[in-house]
């Protein structure tokens, strides 16, 4: 038997429509959600959710530098690794309402938080570690204390932080599923690329009413 953990990626207020990085579509990933959320608790697996949490003077903010555009990309560099880093809207700002996990998600439900991208000088999209893998946060050690196996991603947004959790997922040696209608990305351009990426490092790519059916669950 299994052991499943269901990793709720970053659904907090300002990645929902109407938010300040508001992703199109994905108030429709609620639902779906809700209803894995609460498969996975009746099946006794573990639900983890990140929150992306923002000092103000995060590198990610186009706000924080001069002459730079929301959506341009910027070379930056940290512990002498260079990298591209898109610069966002302010977002996710701790303890804002921007940061908040969606009201129409039971906080009940949740059995452990990971907060991520609180150091200012690096990003972190995925909820395993920092993009410089400079510090590793909590997730895996849970779910390894937790002896799961399964990780379910869901969450915002399907072509950044799920993507970089799912990659990550793998790396950590876990089965790793992708729920794609358990998600929505910032540009819909990216979304079949994003699929083919994560098919060809061993990520499954399924539906919500697939795992319902798995025959391990029944
Ligand atoms: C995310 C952009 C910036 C995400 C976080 O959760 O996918 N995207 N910060
Ligand atoms: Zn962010």
Request: proline residues 3%; hydrophobic residues 40%; glycine residues 6%.
């Amino acid at each position: 038997m299994s052991k499943l953990a269901l990793v709720l990626i970053d659904i907090q207020n300002d990645f929902l429509e109407g938010g300040s990085l508001a992703v199109a579509g994905s108030n429709s990933i609620l639902q779906p959600v809700n209803s894995l959320i609460k498969l996975v608790k009746a099946k006794g697996g573990l639900i983890v959710a990140s929150k992306d949490w923002h000092p103000q003077n995060h590198i990610s903010f186009a706000s924080n530098h001069a002459d730079t555009q929301v959506f341009e990309t910027k070379e930056i560099e940290y512990e002498g690794v260079k990298g591209t880093q898109v610069m966002w809207p302010d977002h996710c700002l701790q303890n804002s309402f921007g940061s908040e996990i969606s009201k129409q998600i039971d906080e009940k439900d949740i059995d452990f938080i990971v907060h991520k991208g609180m150091n200012k000088r690096v990003d972190s999209y995925s909820a395993f570690a920092d993009n410089n893998y400079s510090e590793i946060t909590n997730l895996a050690k849970i779910l390894y204390q937790h002896h799961v196996d399964t990780v379910l991603i869901v969450g915002l947004a399907a072509d950044y932080c799920v993507k970089w959790t799912c990659l990550d997922a793998i790396k950590f040696g876990f089965k790793t599923i992708f729920v794609k209608d358990c998600t929505k990305p910032v540009d819909p351009q990216q979304f079949e690329s994003t699929l083919s990426e994560l098919k060809a490092k061993g990520v499954s790519i399924q539906h919500c009413s697939d795992i319902f059916c798995w025959p391990a669950l029944n």
